[in-house]
């Protein structure tokens, strides 16, 4: 993990490239954090993984979580690792839910979607990790070669881990209860 | 440890060459496009048809339930396609409606071979976001299970992969040994399988009395079974046959991919994380990183093995190191009071109705932690919102990445090596569909 000054460093050399691309450092739990603005997020993974004295060339994990209530609503984190110097990097692109407030419940195939650059080109580890966060948040990534649901059907409509995605689930059918369900057999 | 792998020179050398003559850079055959030629046209010989078949998702070689959609031109493989998620639970998303102590019998369903690795994530992950220590006697009984658990997974792997390429009695003989640990596992955590016995905190319960003996006995008998499988594969010619030379993607590729494990291992990187610092208590033992050369399915299976027998010498340092002291944290907010305390102390009482209805609370923050397991870099991510449940669990699962870089060790060869390049990779479809 870099020290506080090396993480002001890392930063400023990803704003000299690209102003206004970092939003904010932090170091928790032993852990380096770069908060990077989501149009940013290529330029920071090139610097990051190109500049010599950085060599960030490995990605751990690619996952995306989920901050409802708070605004923006969405994250991607990239889990950056340099094998030479054993260093974590966490990147962390904040995303706002474009469809907020519009009533729309993650069901409408018009719903918009937050949207961001892939990042397959860079690593390709990238892209069975980007479609399962779009399979299970409905982030978009730009780009990506072959963006589908990986993990739930091909038909199933929703974002199932987003926070308000109902846990609920499928009754059942017994012969005690199939009388409920009318015509399951269809 | 390359002079371990008791290669014969002039045959690596040989390989080596090979390998160069083959142009890595040169981009695969597009599928899509011998597909369009060639689909029905009159005249074809019947080799250069192309043909898509299905493998799966009940396959018995697919190892679980994964489907492979497969195009095939004769017997060489075009295109591999693996399709997942027939064994979705959402495991992930259940755990977000547990409290934090009821989270660890999940996640430790998700890959059902390394159990005790999917529960040192998950903990060590918590434990890391609450700051809270854990004693040394806890990180030496967490390794020694976790080193047991590494050698019962490569068993199965082992027996299952050598059954694959027909040599089904290496089955009988690693499901002994198997047993065998599943014994030990029943008799110092209560379970064969799924122990819940890593704890925030520490562990369950100390090993009782006579284990230390019983696993002496077996880790004594191991290195010498491991001898006798290698007595039995090392020397077949259809074993032989059937993995030298197949499956190769070189180690950059493999890097790339994000390919963990003992598949990055194999071909040459010696990269494990019971090396990194900070991570238990694996710098007081001293154990060795087998690496192969070429990474082929014979250097993975010799990568494997060695494994086995390094994982059976830090077991060995466990047991004769092993600190007397607590096996659990005492910090009474994270973790539950002995039982005897019950009767006497109202504040123990107190505490175990707490934790038991409510749970402990994480404070607001999210962190990654990652360890390896017996198939590469282990990651749990929780996202803690202050209450008592994660407000998300992932899994960074090993087997779901390593699956990337299938395609690429099967397009170009025979579609017999398909069977072999994925016992190779050993995914375990639990863990890639969690």
């Known amino acids: ?186 | 440890m390359a002079d371990e792998l008791l290669r014969d020179e002039a045959d690596i050398t040989e390989r080596g060459v090979a390998r160069e003559a083959e142009d890595p850079a040169a981009p695969l055959v597009d599928a899509a496009e011998i597909a369009h030629q060639d689909l029905g046209g009159p005249g074809l010989e019947p080799e250069q048809e192309v043909l898509t078949i299905n493998m799966g998702p009940h396959h018995p070689a697919t190892h679980g339930v994964l489907r492979l959609i497969v195009t095939l031109q004769g017997e060489r493989i075009l295109d591999c396609k693996p399709i997942m998620g027939y064994l979705h639970t959402g495991i992930e998303k259940s755990c977000e409606d547990k409290s934090y102590w009821k989270v660890i019998p999940f996640v430790e369903r998700m890959d059902y071979l390394s159990y005790f690795f999917q529960m040192e994530a998950f903990c060590g992950c918590v434990e890391r976001l609450i700051e809270l220590e854990i004693p040394d006697r806890a990180k030496y009984l967490r390794i020694l299970h976790m080193e047991l658990n590494r050698i019962h997974s490569h068993l199965v792997w082992l027996g299952t992969s050598a059954l694959d390429l027909g040599a089904i009695s290496m089955f009988w003989y690693c499901f002994r040994e198997r047993d065998t640990i599943l014994d030990l596992f029943e008799m110092s955590t209560g379970q064969r399988m799924h122990t819940r016995y890593f704890q925030v905190g520490g562990v369950f319960e100390d090993i009782p009395v006579g284990f230390e003996r019983k696993l002496r006995e077996f880790i004594d008998l191991m290195p010498g079974r491991i001898d006798q499988y290698e007595a039995l594969l090392d020397r077949n010619e259809i074993f032989l046959h059937r993995t030298r030379n197949v499956g190769i993607v070189s180690r950059e590729r493999l890097l790339d991919l994000g390919v963990t494990g003992p598949l990055l291992r194999a071909a040459g990187e010696p990269w494990d994380l019971r090396k990194s610092p900070g991570y238990l208590s694996y710098g007081d033992f001293d154990f060795k990183i087998p690496v192969g050369t070429i990474g082929d399915g014979y250097d993975r299976y010799r990568v494997r093995l060695q494994e086995m027998r390094e994982s059976v010498r830090i077991i060995e340092q466990v047991l004769d190191g092993l600190p007397e002291g607590p096996f659990i944290s005492d910090d009474r907010k994270y973790v539950l009071p002995p039982r005897d305390e019950l009767s006497t102390s109202m504040e123990a009482l107190i505490h175990h109705f707490k934790l038991v209805t409510e749970g402990y609370r994480v404070p607001p923050g999210e962190l990654y932690y990652s360890i390896e397991s017996p198939r590469g870099e282990l990651g749990c991510f929780v996202l803690a919102d202050g209450s008592s449940k994660p407000s998300r669990v992932h899994f960074r699962d090993p087997s779901f990445v390593n699956l990337q870089a299938f395609r690429e060790m099967s397009v170009g060869g025979l579609i017999a090596d398909l069977i072999q390049n994925l016992a190779m990779l050993d995914p375990i479809i639990g863990g890639v569909d969690r």
Request: hydrophobic share 40%.
């Open chain 1, 1 to 186: 993990m870099p020290d506080a000054p090396g993480l002001e460093l890392i930063a400023q050399g990803i704003d000299k490239g690209r102003a206004g691309t970092v939003i904010e450092t932090s170091v928790e739990h032993d852990r380096a954090t770069l908060v990077i603005n989501p149009d940013g997020v290529l330029h920071a993974l090139t610097w990051l993984r190109d500049t010599p004295e950085q060599g960030y060339r490995f990605l751990s994990s690619v996952h995306a979580a989920d901050y409802l209530p708070a605004t923006p609503r969405f994250a991607v984190h990239y889990e950056l690792l340099s094998r030479e110097r054993m260093e974590r990097l966490h990147v962390k692109a904040l995303l706002a839910d474009p469809a907020a407030g519009d009533g729309s419940n993650g069901l409408s195939a018009t719903e918009k979607l937050p949207e961001l650059d892939s990042c397959v080109e860079l690593f390709p580890t990238a892209d069975f990790q980007e479609r399962e966060a779009y399979d299970f948040f409905g982030i978009v990534f730009r780009g990506h070669p072959d963006l589908r649901r990986i993990l739930m059907p091909e038909d199933y409509v929703g974002w199932p881990q987003r926070r308000d995605f109902p846990i609920g689930g499928e009754p059942v059918l017994f012969t005690h209860n199939e009388i409920e369900t009318p015509r399951w057999f269809e």
